[in-house]
């Protein structure tokens, strides 16, 4: 018996059912392949689904990760912003010092003392004082870097006038004679009478006038124990009790006291006691 070469198909609706005659050898062909496009439309349907969810899940990271980057780069920035403030205080300060210091002059050394004093010197003086022990001798000083600035203005720094040195500090022979033997609290630096001498430092005026060895001189305290001492003046052009800065004129050379000739003693006490000078000079290399 043969098998009959048409089929029937029912399409079901909720309206209304139809019925369709199809080829039976076409639709025993069609059946694997609507079998396998109906596998591979679920397939798709899954992955587009997958894909939608992995899509939400990536923006939801990213949306994450931006915001993490954009608290990350605020807080760098801020960092950073810090930084460079406090590099800007630290370059302003440092350039405050190197403007004092040079106003200072020390980075300019003053001239050498002759070698040989064993011969009389006609730009030296100052009290005789017997030869005793060496004075207590100030090196280094340890400052803290914030207030480096502030310590420097209240420290003896730079020269008195800009002159060679004519007597150092220390023992040395009679600069009258040239024999015998005395201890020299200062340093004396050559000069011409009515040249301008400068404070070194800020302070105020202890005493003003004349003293026996000194002649005309100016004692300045300073606020961290130090004093400065100018002596042998042709003229004194502060008064006892005025405040007076770093740089400021406090006379004139002369050559009173106990003078061989027209110079400034230059004195720096500490506690009351005489220091070398030098050392506050110049923070030149040697």
């Known amino acids: 018996m043969n098998k009959p070469n048409r089929s029937t198909v029912l ?3 909720p309206e209304q059912t139809k019925s369709i005659e199809v080829n039976t050898r076409l639709l025993r062909y069609l059946k694997p392949t609507l079998i396998g496009l109906s596998i591979a439309t679920i397939v798709l349907g899954i992955g587009v ?29 801020a960092e950073v912003n810090a930084k460079i403030n406090e590099l800007r205080k630290s370059e302003k300060a440092v350039l405050e010092l190197q403007n004092y210091l040079q106003e200072r002059g020390v980075y300019n050394a003053p001239a050498q003392p002759p070698t040989d004093d064993s011969k009389p010197n006609n730009a030296a003086g100052g009290p005789a004082l017997k030869i005793s022990a060496s004075m207590p001798f100030m090196g280094s000083f340890a400052q803290n870097t914030q207030n480096l600035l502030e310590a420097a203005k209240k420290l003896p720094l730079g020269v008195p006038a800009p002159t060679e040195i004519s007597s150092r500090f220390g023992n040395r022979f009679n600069p009258f004679t040239g024999g015998g033997g005395e201890f020299h609290p200062g340093l004396d630096f050559r000069g011409e009478i009515g040249d301008p001498i400068k404070s070194t430092a800020s302070g105020v005026v202890n005493f003003a006038g004349y003293q026996n060895g000194y002649g005309n001189v100016v004692r300045i305290s300073l606020d961290n124990g130090y004093e400065i001492l100018f002596g ?11 405040t007076v800065q770093a740089g400021d004129v406090v006379g004139k050379v002369g050559s009173t006291g106990r003078s061989t000739g027209p110079h400034i003693h230059y004195e720096i006490r500490k506690d ?15």
Do not use: W
């Open 232 to 242: 042998h003046m042709s003229e004194i052009d502060v008064q006892q009790g005025q």
């Open 49 to 77: 689904v997958s894909l939608a969810i992995h899509s939400y899940t990536t923006a939801k990271d990213n949306q994450s990760l931006r915001q993490k980057v954009g608290d990350l780069e605020g807080f760098t920035s």
């Open 272 to 286: 009351g006691a005489p220091i070398d000078p030098e050392p506050f000079l110049t923070l030149s290399a040697r």
């Open 11 to 13: 399409i079901v609706d």
